[in-house]
């Protein structure tokens, strides 16, 4: 009876060593363009496609990619100029599926007394370092001939940085949805001052992990496209429930949400295939180009897209 018992028990405990070593340990930020992750969650997708997600929530890029570089996590919802980033650090770190442009959904924003962005000159700019937020900002200062010496930085992330311009705190800040809408509805003294729709392409994210763990789960890679595909399906074809599953895991209200989802392009199999033989390849030299000007001493290296981008699987499913 003991012995019986003894391996049962066993039985049991290797069972579930196998189930938590077939999970995957997914890390993403309260960012709208991630949405279609917590719908493939909350509707079933991920099981469909015989997958088990956990996803975890971050508030810093930084910690996110430590997770995954430590193997804490097995993918992480990451954008392109993270990557590139990541690249430069030696960091094994490849997308496998495009998730989104950001068009309005980040922004630069400041006070009404802030007319343009050659006006940030001198002021304290709230914003992460390494981060989107970082990017968009770099970009706007050399469209006018600055750089990020003309400010003053104040480290912050993005949900806190709309609550800092908002508080007083800082004279501008540079977020994404649903903070911008967040900061607009809680305030009339402050407004956008210039947008990623400025350069398209220019804000994207992918679904990454390491080549390594790519090219040892190819069943899982193609089950999170697929579940992906089919929440993106599902979004548009059902704006209202969809939303709302969105809008209550970045923590928005539906008034604030509706419109800024408006600023977010989500992409399905195809049009991830499209976009991918299109200027994708081009942006990312862009993007590369940009961080190398305005970070020259961690920036040393621009990859070819085909060195950040695994997405064999993707041009097979098309």
Partial sequence: MYKKFSLAALALVASAATA??????LGLQPWLGYGPLWVAEQKGFFADHGIDVNLTTFSWDQDMTAALASGNLDVIAAATNSVIASYNVGLDQKGFLIMDLSFEADAIMAGNNIASVADLKGKDIAFESGSTSDLLLNYALRQNGMSLADINHIPM??????LALISGRVEAAVTYEPYISGALAQSDENRVLFTAAEKPGLISDMLTSSSTWIDAHPEDV?????????????IRENPEEGGAI??????????EFTPAFEGVRLYTIPEMAQFLGGDFQATIQEIGEIMAETNPEHITKIPAADEILAVDALMSMQ
Avoid: P, Q, Y
Wanted: hydrophobic share 50%.
């Fill in 222 to 234: 193609r089950g999170l496209i697929m579940a992906w595909d089919d929440a993106v399906r599902f």
């Fill in 246 to 255: 969105i809008a209550e895991a970045v923590g928005s209200n539906m008034e």
């Fill in 157 to 162: 992330g993005a949900s806190e940085a709309g």
């Fill in 20 to 25: 938590m070593a077939d999970e995957i340990k």
